[in-house]
């Protein structure tokens, strides 16, 4: 079983601040790790994937982040938001390739960033 | 290519009531899903299937019946419709990762 948790429901940041979103997993498998971004009224559109290799991973719109196995961590960052960015953010684990789960994904309970002017 | 197309876009249904909310994909993708999100809870699986006729539970199923005839269409029907299957519904679809989702069906139970 795998589990997802986002440490902050709602982030508020101004414009041309670093953010930082967290996401911390648990599983007993090898994992996927997935960051995905809704806007209002929309789907889910993907950020950024971490499946194997480097565990600085870079995305659209800017964002980035790091895999740290050792802290089971997946934290989202970005050096300056835009007003843009205001959105709801997912982070999200799969089991990775060979597992019998393969492609189910279990959502965080999901961050709201919020940047003001 | 339209991706995953999901319709309707909107519903409100009285208790009892039953509908199919349709979705679609033209990736040509084995994998396809169904999640409902509720406010601060994030997704949380219905159905998924690995093929055409091949479905199975995700973490919560009840209430709610899926079938995959072909590749492309994966529709989710609910046959009694209560007012806790007020949600917004998302279908997706994934070949390798990741999953592509659609727009969402919000779909409200009075």
């Known amino acids: 079983a795998q589990s997802v948790t986002q440490l902050d429901s709602q982030v508020p940041v101004f414009e041309e601040a670093p953010v930082e979103l967290r996401c911390n997993y648990s599983?007993?498998?090898?994992?996927?790790l997935f960051w995905y971004v809704q806007y209002p009224n929309q789907g889910l559109q993907l950020l950024l994937k971490y499946l194997s290799g480097s565990t600085l991973v870079k995305g659209i719109n800017g964002f980035e982040a790091e895999f740290n196995k050792s802290q089971t961590s997946f934290h989202l960052r970005k050096p300056s938001v835009h007003i843009s960015d205001t959105a709801e953010y997912f982070c999200a684990v799969s089991p990775g390739a060979g597992g019998t789960s393969y492609g189910k994904l279990t959502f965080g309970q999901g961050t709201i960033l919020t940047v003001h002017p | 290519n339209a991706g995953v197309t999901q319709t309707p876009k909107f519903r409100i249904l009285k208790i009892g009531q039953s509908m199919t909310l349709q979705c679609t994909q033209d990736?040509?993708?084995?994998?396809m899903y169904w999640y409902r999100q509720d406010p601060g809870m994030g997704l949380k699986l219905i159905y998924y299937?690995?093929?055409?006729?091949?479905?199975d539970k995700g973490e919560v199923p009840n209430g709610y019946n899926v079938s995959r005839s072909t590749t492309e269409d994966f529709p989710l029907r609910l046959e009694l419709a209560a007012p806790s299957q007020t949600s917004v519904y998302f279908c997706?679809?994934?070949?390798?990762?990741?999953?592509?989702f659609g727009d969402g069906t919000r779909l409200s139970i009075l």
């Open positions: 599983s007993s498998v090898s994992v996927y």
């Open positions: 299937s690995v093929g055409a006729g091949i479905t």
């Open positions: 990736m040509n993708h084995n994998y």
């Open positions: 997706a679809s994934s070949g390798n990762q990741p999953q592509h």
